[in-house]
Structure formats: structure tokens, C-alpha cells
């Protein structure tokens, strides 16, 4: 076994919890998801040899795509593309130090174009989340947006900032800034939408994403990142077995067309309850819930504690296999929690595996679902000369 991969897992153990109540300790079974070709094992370069990049290079909207790897010293790389801003994917050591890739995604970059995308890895923008019926109001203008989920709009419209290309620059090899004008208009929202989303994998296997936009009209924003996380490793199965903490004690009930109903409910007493550490899938089959009928199981805002402007603990998330431990950390009010309950087997990841079925969660950052037409909600309103600022953080570290 490489030495260094031992040697930062013992860093990775020292590493403090962000919930210090979770004491959760893990079986010592050792993994049997092979995630990473054998040629690439010992090297942190590991994305770029799993990955082709020449699989992602092509010119979309007249604009050239690639893919773009940041990695440190530390055991982690992380490949992206700027084809919707895609993490396509992340590998971090697991706890015997294998390099184990936690995001799951396609190979290239026709396939993030294809039906089969679910925003796998994705910014999304303009306003990430469902807008009710595709209708809001701005100073006494209703604006209308195409309605591409049913009765509502989802993740930006037809054509979000997860299916546009953004301009790249790499300044080193951790970070990755990437830049995205939204015209007038785009998608029926007001306002030219100037965003910069950056990028950057610390020595510490964090992963920090920083969001900017600025607007020359009065707008709405509520940008995210839409990846799709098994760590155990892309291809490894089911995840609802991964224990899950959420820095959350209300959450946002929805209707059936997952429109939220406008009030916060307590977890307390729920299968929402996640404030102590809690596996995916022990409460899922509760067909009396009500809200995991609506969702199809967990696809619902958490309503943060302790949200304010500065990062505070979203998540935290073990794989059960892997030993692997996700931190979240936000500036947002709210996550949602999402657990792949629309992965139905069609497409083939990287590795091969298939999109089956609650393989995958996510962790979607955001302002609350559908704000614009919930006064009560936190508002995403931008004026122009204000600037919407965001942060968050994965961070990746180790459980024996
Ligand atoms: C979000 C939504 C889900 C689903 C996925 C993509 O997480 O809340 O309902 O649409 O995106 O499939």
C-alpha cells in the first residue's frame, strides 16, 4: 500500500468533526468497489488517466469545451468540465487509502448532453431548484419561464446554466474559475447575469466552491451544484446505507409537485430527522409519510440551523463501505437533500456502472425552493450594484 495514502489517512482522522456529537464509529469491512483503473492508483493525476480528455474536448454553442483536473498533495484530484460548470469527478483516498472517485458522472462530455442528464455534476442557474408553475413576480411585472417539470420550472428552464459553456482559466492547479454571461432574457428571467464560479481543492481534500453574479436589472438568483455523490465509489451500489447528518431541525414540506407548501416543519418525530447520524434508507419505506410519497422518497429542502452569513455545517455523510466522510459546509439557508429516487438504470457512468436506482445523493446548497413566490422564504431578489455572493464546502477525510 502507498505509504502517503496511510499517512493522510491518519491525517484525515485527526481531522475534527464539524458535528462533534457524531460518534459514529464504522465497520472495518474492507471495500470491494474498484473504482480506478490499476495504472492510476498511485497517482494523485488519477482523474486524468480514469478520464479521456479529449472526450470532453468539443465546441458547444461555438464555444470550446475541456476538462480540467485541479489535484494537491494530498491524494485528491478533481476533474471539471466547463460544459455546465461539471464536477465529473472526485477522488479522494478511502480508509485504507484506495483512490476511490465519490462523483459519479459520464466520460464524455456528448453524454452530459444527452436525455439521460440529470444535471449530473452540474452549476445550476439561474435559480436552482422549482419555481412554482414557471410564473413569478418582479415590482408588479409577472415574468413567465418555461415549465420543463411538470406544472413547474426546475434548475434554470430549458436550458440552464448546467447546458451552456463557461469560460474558463485555470491560474494553478487547484483552482479552476469559470465565468458565464446570462443575457436579458434568457430562459424569460430579467436582467443580464454576469457569474463567476470558482473552484478550488485545498491541501486538505475541500473542495470550495465560491458563486459571484452581479445584474443590470433587478433579478432573481439562487445558484447550486447538482453532484451526485456514492462514496463508496461510483458503481458500488446503493446508498442507503451511507449514514447521514443534516445541521437542520425544520425542513420544507411540498406538495406533490414538490412546490413547498410555505411552511417549516419540524423533523422531530419524522423520517426527516437527521440531526443525529442516521442511515439514508432506514426510514424510506415508510409508505405512510406523506412527504416521502410526494418526493419519491428524500428530495426536500433542509432548513439550516444556525444559517447566517457566515459558513456554518450543512451535512455530514459516511460511506458505509468506504469509511469515506463528506463534511458540508454553506453560507446558505437551506439543502436539498436528494437521493437519486429519478435514477432508473439508462445511462452507463464512468466506470461503467449503471444510473440505477438510488445510487447516488446529493447535496444541493441553495436560498429555498420556489422563493420568489414564498414571502416568508429568505429572498434570492438581485438589484443591480449589489453583488450575490455564496460559498460551500465538501470536505473529504477518512473513518477506520
Ligand atoms: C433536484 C430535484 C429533483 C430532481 C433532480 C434531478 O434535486 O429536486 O427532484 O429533479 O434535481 O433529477
Known sequence: MNNRYVQNGLIAIAAISLFACNNASQQTASPDSTNLPQAATESVTACVS??????????????????????????????????????VSIVVPDKNGKPTDVAVGF????????????????????????????????????????????????HGGKKGFSAVVWDATQPNDSTLSLTYVSKDGEEGYPGTLT???????????????????????????????????????????????????IGADKYTPVDATLIPTGKLDPVTGTPFDFTKPTAIGSRIDTAKNIQL?????YDHNFVLRNAGPALHPAAEVTGDQSGIVMNVLTTEPGMQ??????????????????????????????????????????????EPGKEYTSTTIYKFAVKK
Do not use: W
Open 293 to 297: 410519497k410526494n418526493g419519491g422518497g
Open 107 to 154: 466520460k464524455t462530455v456528448k453524454e452530459y448532453q444527452g436525455p439521460g442528464d440529470a444535471y449530473f455534476g452540474a452549476l445550476v442557474g439561474r435559480v436552482g431548484n422549482r419555481i412554482a408553475k414557471g410564473k413569478f413576480t418582479l415590482d408588479g411585472k409577472e415574468y413567465t419561464l418555461a415549465t420543463n417539470n411538470g406544472p413547474n420550472s426546475l
Open 195 to 245: 457569474s463567476n464560479v470558482t473552484y478550488t481543492l485545498g491541501a486538505d481534500n475541500a473542495i470550495r466552491i465560491n458563486y459571484k453574479a452581479t445584474t443590470d436589472k433587478k433579478t432573481v438568483v439562487n445558484l447550486t451544484n447538482h453532484t451526485y455523490f456514492n462514496l463508496n465509489g461510483e458503481g458500488s451500489g446503493t446508498i442507503l446505507n451511507h449514514l447521514v447528518q
Open 337 to 382: 437533500f436528494y437521493i437519486g429516487n429519478f435514477m432508473s438504470g439508462k445511462n452507463s457512468f464512468k466506470s461503467g456502472a449503471k444510473d440505477d436506482y438510488r445510487t447516488a445523493f446529493c447535496m444541493e446548497t441553495q436560498h429555498f425552493p420556489d422563493a420568489p413566490n414564498q414571502k416568508n422564504f429568505p429572498s434570492i431578489v438581485l
Open 50 to 87: 480514469y478520464l479521456n480528455k479529449k472526450s470532453f474536448e468539443d465546441t458547444i454553442d461555438g464555444k470550446a469545451t475541456s476538462l480540467y483536473v485541479l489535484k494537491n498533495n494530498n491524494g485528491a484530484c478533481v476533474a471539471i468540465t466547463n460544459y455546465g460548470g461539471r464536477i
